[in-house]
């Protein structure tokens, strides 16, 4: 028992320390910890580790700025009590951190993590929500948003609060309340392999800034052998683009869906979007359809020397490629001014409480959704993770996700990165299939979106979907 | 006349009840995992449906008119009547070529060809389908290699649907092999003998003694391959995602990409009956062609 309660105390002060490192909590101190109205250490001396155990939870400083944590007020009245905790694969030690971290403090809680695969996990997860013996708490994910938002229960957190600190809140706000909120914005960077870079004779100076520029660059960066076959592509979009497709338009001022909620693919916008892809291979030659069938993949391996790719891509390049040189330069835009914004983002999301799970469980959900959001450190572990710009404003200037290639190109426009809302699966599909039939079966531009569009609009009648466009910071800019 | 197994006489009461148990067991097996789905999709087709979110919205007809004008189911299902015939065809030529083969007496270690044909059968599907992904990639893939071309197997339209058609030709013509081999071995040997005393040739034994001998297995392998070929959807899944646009669309395939995609259940049921009836009524014609249904 006294070994355990050493552990115990050991782990607590590292906690303690973790906490402290982070400089957003505000009671750092045991004085600013009266201040907030915190229980001091009663007095007891430390060389009895079962009572100092006590004082040292005692002391544990608030957490957070707007949205704070008490780690030293008692979860299910200390008592004993299991819940769930579902997430899909790839992010294991991501999930067991968390859950130790709070655990740690909440001894009295048993965190049971539950892994499914991507796929199955939407369709595992809103059966089991169906019932009451589900999952108190799960990962979410917002393309799934349709599905889940009829099982999820609100956060007893303030909208106003999570507004406060967390850029993109009042998007997810539903009727005053905010079911889960994004802790990460992920959008496309351009990556550049600094080698071939390098070798091209071009220096920092020529990161290009418009589309004009990007293809000279493009251009200088692509290399074919004496039969004119191409051995390195100056830029690929290979194996799809449709994600970055649909966020390009929004350069020109043209939004992607209309004022009642349907898209509009087929405007002068998105053709010009499309023709300036399809001229980079047949008028500039930096590349063909026949170079690969995945880009990311090619510019890891190194065949390709520009990839537009999402901050996932950073992690990707450093597992499965890390002798690949890269570096990241912002997305060109048509022209030299300020676009109405430079592209799309989409959130990682919080977690989702399920509002069928059992009173108890459902506190305790509620208690880790505020933990993770008031500790700083663990926002930080999630974008480091993934790659991710914070979405928390206190962690916008962090000097570690700054070093981040693909975070800190964001850093001066992350205003101008528009959030469409949860854009339904069928939209990146059919453009998906819009695009392949343009590229690889010679479609015509306006033919292809024109079907595209209709498409995407008949599927959308059968959905309840809002787009998320008009409460973009300068959606008064679109064009009309 | 009945085979006398059939008729043969209950011997006892315990008899009875164990044969009554099986006979319900397999009737409600059959009714809970075949008969119920299959009444669930029906009625499912006339709503708009999504058991994920407890969705169940009244239609009426919609999802039948829609997929009666639907440009893309036709498409599907004239691409997966093309795919089902080429694949059963080269899996029954190969098939009876091989087992040919194999029977023959001039060929030696038999059991390692069987063993060799066979093993495409019983890899697992979505991985060998991953393995082709990289034989078919340009520039680099084993295939381009091999004949000196650089075709974009799986993005380029002429090609993408052959693709396709050779990874699930290579991975079944085993099935076809062994269940002909079986169906050579249990050949009448006497029939043979009286024809080669008659003086016919190899290809006069082949085309009027081993194929209509063969003609029920041949029934069999045929069947069941075109009701596996009209549910293909996995190598579209992982080799192309029904492209270039939706040029490798199956119907299979679709269904998936409304169900477990747009989480249309309902327009995934309509599709779902209909490719349910163009099955039974293909395996009814083929009872019909074959006449000879009761002796599979």
Redesign the interface.
């Given at each position: 028992m006294k070994v355990k309660n050493h552990g115990l105390f050991i782990l607590t002060l590292a906690i303690m320390s973790g906490l402290t490192a982070c400089g957003a909590a505000p009671a750092d101190t045991p004085e600013q910890s009266a201040q907030s109205g915190q229980t001091e250490p009663d007095g007891e001396t430390q060389s009895q580790p079962a009572d100092v155990n006590e004082s040292a939870e005692a002391a544990l400083p608030i957490m957070g700025d707007v949205i704070q944590y008490d780690p030293n007020q008692p979860v299910n009245d200390g008592n004993d009590i299991d819940i769930e905790f579902w997430y899909w694969t790839g992010a294991a030690n991501l999930f067991q951190s968390l859950a130790d971290q709070y655990q740690a403090v909440h001894p009295n809680v048993h965190i049971t993590l539950v892994e499914n695969p991507y796929d199955d996990y939407w369709t595992k997860l809103p059966l089991a929500l169906q019932g009451t013996d589900g999952p108190a708490i799960f990962n979410v994910h917002n393309s799934q948003h349709d599905n889940l938002i009829g099982y999820l229960a609100p956060y007893d957190i303030p909208a106003e609060d999570l507004e406060a600190e967390f850029v993109g809140a009042s998007g997810h706000e539903i009727d005053g309340k905010i079911y889960y909120t994004d802790y990460g914005l992920m959008t496309a960077t351009m990556y550049y392999n600094v080698d071939m870079w390098e070798a091209a004779g071009l220096t920092e100076a020529d990161i290009p800034k418009t589309w004009d520029e990007f293809r000279e660059v493009a251009k200088k960066l692509t290399i074919r052998d004496e039969n004119g076959h191409l051995v390195q592509a100056g830029f690929s979009y290979n194996g799809g683009i449709q994600g970055d497709v649909l966020g390009m338009q929004y350069q020109y001022g043209q939004n992607l869906f209309t004022e009642d909620n349907k898209v509009t693919l087929n405007n002068d916008a998105m053709k010009s979007v499309i023709q300036r892809l399809q001229d980079m291979y047949h008028i500039d030659g930096v590349c063909d359809y026949n170079f690969g069938n995945n880009s990311g993949d090619n510019f890891g391996q190194g065949t390709v020397a520009m990839y537009l790719g999402w901050g996932f891509m950073t992690n990707v390049l450093e597992q499965n490629f890390p002798e690949t040189h890269f570096a990241c330069f912002e997305i060109p835009t048509p022209t030299a001014d300020v676009p109405y914004a430079y592209h799309r983002y989409n959130g990682e999301s919080t977690f989702g409480v399920n509002k069928n799970a059992p009173a108890d469980q459902q506190t305790v959900a509620q208690d880790i959704i505020r933990f993770f959001l008031a500790n700083d450190e663990i926002q930080k572990e999630f974008c480091l993770a993934n790659a991710v710009f914070p979405a928390k404003t206190s962690l916008q200037n962090d000097n570690d996700l700054l070093a981040i290639p693909s975070i800190s190109v964001l850093a001066d426009h992350i205003d101008r990165y528009i959030w469409p809302g949860t854009i339904p699966s069928t939209v990146e599909d059919n453009v998906k299939i819009m695009l392949e039939d343009v590229f690889y079966n010679g479609k015509d531009i306006t033919a292809a979106l024109s079907d595209a569009e209709q498409t995407i609009n008949e599927d959308l009648a059968n959905l309840d979907f809002t787009s998320q466009e008009p409460m973009y910071k300068y959606a008064s800019e679109a064009l009309q | 006349m009945k085979p006398a197994a059939i008729s043969a006489p209950l011997r006892s009461r315990s008899e009875v009840a164990l044969r009554s148990i099986v006979v319900c067991f397999l009737i409600v097996f059959f009714a809970v995992f075949y008969l119920l789905p299959v009444i669930a999709v029906f009625i499912g087709s006339f709503f708009?449906w999504?058991?994920?979110?407890?969705q169940m919205i009244y239609l009426g007809l919609d999802n039948w008119v829609?997929l009666l004008h639907s440009e893309l189911f036709w498409r599907a299902v004239g691409n997966t009547f093309l795919f089902a015939a080429v694949a059963t065809f080269f899996r029954i030529v190969l098939g009876l070529a091989l087992s040919n083969a194999l029977f023959s007496k001039l060929i030696k270690h038999k059991s390692v060809y069987r063993v060799l044909y066979y093993i495409p059968t019983i890899t697992p599907l979505v991985a060998v389908t991953f393995v082709w992904k990289f034989i078919f990639?340009?520039?680099?893939g084993l295939l381009n290699q091999m004949l000196g071309t650089?075709?974009?197997w799986?993005?380029?339209?002429k090609y993408a649907m052959a693709a396709i058609l050779i990874l699930t030709i290579w991975k079944d013509f085993g099935y076809a092999v062994i269940m002909l081999l079986g169906g050579l071995y249990s050949r009448p040997e006497e029939c043979y003998e009286s024809a080669e005393v008659d003086g016919a040739s190899a290809w006069q034994r082949f085309r009027y003694l081993t194929l209509p001998l063969l003609k029920p297995t041949i029934l069999f392998v045929v069947i069941t391959s075109l009701i596996s070929y009209f549910q293909t959807y996995i190598p579209v899944l992982v080799l192309t995602?029904?492209?270039?646009?939706?040029?490798t669309y199956l119907a299979s395939y679709l269904i998936y990409?409304e169900a477990?995609?747009?989480?249309?259940f309902g327009y995934a049921s309509a599709l779902s009956f209909v490719l349910f009836l163009m099955i039974a009524v293909l395996t009814g014609v083929s009872f019909k062609i074959s006449g000879k249904g009761d002796s599979l």
């Open positions: - | 708009q999504n058991p994920l979110k407890n829609k990639a340009p520039r680099i650089n075709i974009n799986l993005f380029d339209g995602q029904g492209g270039p646009g939706t040029q990409e477990f995609s747009k989480y249309n």
